[in-house]
């Protein structure tokens, strides 16, 4: 029997179709129904097959664990880059996309693997005529080695278990932005931030805590520090965009991030209680150990997504994937606003060494604020189920949601600010503090000989240190008192400008009575140890006016 020519193309092509679909790589949750999560081999293997399928995926390493792994940075552009001056010179908005921080809240690593694939194929690839995208899928990729099943058991899944929460040292990545003890977090900083510049940073998670309605909860930068027209950019036009998309389009519903809570002014991370409907909505924490925070100090857009951890484990993937669609698919839209408004921050900082909303001052006391009338919020259920393998409890959610009127307590304020100066000084003793503002990509001059200054001095009057170890630090705080002072700078001190585009974070790292700055953090302990309150002056001063020194900038 003869097969006619147009039947003999047609069944040639199907097999074609049929033989690239087996060729594409599929994430480890995909090849095991969802039951288990990808490991860093795993992940590794997926963004190898990717660069055979395409040249224009480029790998580059960014970090390496203290268990010596190498973390990788997927580029993703059209036409294909490779270097940051590139990127810089297409003029299109920088995205950083970065999963795994916390090795259990594996939702955004499957996520990322399953839309680079469609970036690369074609399904979304429009994307990249209008950005660069820099995809970080393991972050923490130590934790996400150690999968156990008596990891996160509350959490709904996948049945195989997640990674631990801390890398292998045992620290927080996600408190660690400040202080950047750990190789992860200063490969971060130095080989993504201050190398690549993105505009835009988005960071996934997986909640921890109430049982409320939303398929996924997100937060702007929290820090009322940061440029104000990055954050009312982000409530006003993003927020509220990205929301009304993933619901008409994708019938989820996504809110504000935060957690139940019974008292007036509530605490952080409160369960709720079932025993009445909760009193109020609370978010998290202004300080700047928290990515999203750290970057609005950097004049970034930072957002943060929080899976609900009582989906399922494929909802969660899924939900997340289509919030940075979503998300995505907004700065397609308007690429040259995003690159002006962080453009003009950054110019802004520059010329006032300030940032716009804090010309009085950067805060350095704060508190959340109350909404002037109840929010309805969802408030959901769940189901309690004994996990067979590990016998402890797991929580399934169910449909049931329904709106509550109730206080939110979404944003913060601050509540005492300090002018901030012209610039900080240090001297030449102080290179351990000089090393960490360069590492954080903060411009330092030493000055070319000795010099004589009028500066502001803060007293040390009290120092408060925690009672118990976080991080294997005893947080501190100071309080001081400021008296005019006129010092001696030898050859070789340094000079931190405010007048550069870092200038809330150089506030926040330097300040004496900064809530997340080197003190807090014990940098200055070695003065600390041997104060004696009401003489010691803590050893970072304060110029009112820009410097006349003689001076040159320091290369790291």
């Known amino acids: 029997m003869k097969v006619p ?120 690839g429009q994307l990249l005529d209008k950005m660069i995208l820099l995809i970080a899928p393991d972050y923490n990729a130590d934790g996400n080695e150690k999968i156990d099943i008596n990891n996160r058991t509350a959490q709904n899944g996948p049945k195989g278990g997640v990674g631990t929460r801390e890398n292998g040292k045992k620290l927080d990545l996600n408190r660690d932005y400040m202080k950047i003890e750990s190789s992860e977090a200063r490969g971060l900083i130095e080989n993504v931030f201050n190398r690549w510049e993105p505009h835009v940073v988005m960071d996934l998670h997986t909640t921890n805590g109430s049982y409320h309605g939303y398929a996924l909860t997100y937060s702007p930068s929290l820090n009322p520090n940061a440029d104000k027209r990055i954050l009312s950019f982000m409530r006003e036009k993003l927020f509220p965009a990205v929301t009304k998309t993933m619901r008409e389009k994708h019938n989820y519903n996504l809110y504000y991030y935060g957690n139940f809570a019974q008292q007036e002014r509530p605490q952080n991370e409160l369960n709720p209680d079932k025993s009445q409907d909760p009193k109020a909505w609370a978010t998290f924490d202004h300080r700047p150990r928290f990515g999203n925070n750290y970057e609005g100090l950097r004049n970034r857009i930072a957002i943060l997504s929080e899976a609900y951890s009582y989906l399922d484990f494929r909802a969660r993937v899924d939900v997340t994937d289509k919030f940075v669609r979503s998300t995505l698919h907004f700065i397609a839209a308007r690429p040259q606003e995003i690159v002006n408004l962080v453009r003009e921050a950054d110019r802004f900082a520059i010329a006032n060494g300030t940032t716009m909303g804090n010309e009085e001052g950067f805060g350095v006391n704060f508190e959340m604020t109350a909404s002037t009338k109840p929010v309805e919020i969802l408030v959901g259920s769940v189901n309690k189920v004994i996990d067979p393998r590990t016998n402890k409890p797991r929580f399934e959610a169910t449909k049931e949601a329904r709106p509550v009127k109730m206080t939110e307590y979404g944003e913060f304020k601050a509540t005492r600010r300090l002018k901030s100066p012209a610039a900080y000084l240090l001297k030449p003793e102080q290179r ?77 790292l330097l300040e004496a009575e900064s809530d997340d700055g080197f003190v807090n953090w014990n940098f200055f302990d070695d003065v600390l140890d041997k104060a004696v309150k009401g003489e010691t002056v803590y050893p970072v001063y304060r110029l009112k006016s820009q410097p006349n020194f003689a001076r040159e900038v320091m290369k790291k």
């Open 5 to 124: 020519v147009a039947a003999l193309l047609l069944l040639l092509f199907l097999l074609s179709m049929t033989t690239n679909a087996q060729q594409l790589p599929q994430s480890r949750a995909e090849r095991t129904n969802y039951e288990e999560t990808s490991l860093y081999a795993d992940v590794m293997n997926f963004i190898a097959e990717l660069q055979r399928l395409s040249s224009d995926v480029k790998v580059e390493t960014f970090a390496t664990t203290s268990e010596n792994r190498a973390v990788p940075l997927v580029i993703l552009s059209k036409p294909p880059i490779s270097t940051p001056l590139e990127a810089a010179a297409s003029g299109k908005p920088i995205v950083f996309i970065m999963a795994n921080i916390h090795a259990g809240e594996v939702e955004g690593k499957e996520a990322m693997l399953h839309f680079m694939r469609d970036v690369v194929i074609g399904k979304e």
């Open 432 to 508: 351990k503090i000089v090393d960490m503002l360069l590492t954080h990509g903060i411009i330092v001059e030493t000055t070319k000989r000795e010099e004589t200054a009028t500066v502001e001095t803060a007293v040390i009057s009290e120092i408060t240190r925690a009672q118990r170890a976080f991080q294997g630090h005893r947080e501190t705080r100071l309080s001081v008192s400021m008296k005019d002072e006129k010092v001696t700078l030898p050859a070789g001190s340094f000079v931190v400008s405010m007048h550069q585009p870092k200038a809330a974070l150089i506030f926040y």
